[in-house]
């Protein structure tokens, strides 16, 4: 019988984008699924990243339930990363306007 190795998924870097509202870097936040009386997803966590100083923005909450924490984590950052690029399109938009109304 011959054992054949898995092999091990390529988990890109991706960095996290600062708030654009203040520009500080934000917290990933991690809380676990389990639930009193061995109910939820015991050994499970949420990622998701917030920004502490402003408190303005956060990206959607991942789970690392069918995937593993690595993998999770890196969907969290690109929900953070695509917020960010979404309100820099907006504050982008606003100047434009603004520029047009002066």
């Known amino acids: 019988m011959e054992v054949t190795k898995t092999a091990k998924k390529e988990i890109p870097y991706i960095s996290v984008k600062a708030c654009p509202v203040c520009g500080e870097h934000p917290e990933l936040k991690k809380e676990d699924l389990g639930r009193p009386g061995g109910h939820g997803y015991p050994g ?8 502490d100083f402003c408190r303005l923005l956060k990206g959607v909450e991942t789970h690392d339930i069918y ?32 520029s047009i109304c002066e």
């Open 44 to 51: 499970h966590f949420t990622y998701q990243y917030q920004c």
């Open 67 to 98: 995937d593993s924490p690595e993998e999770a984590k890196n969907r969290a950052k690109e929900s953070w990363n695509e917020e960010v690029d979404r309100v820099r399109k907006i504050q982008q938009a606003y100047a434009a306007a603004r």
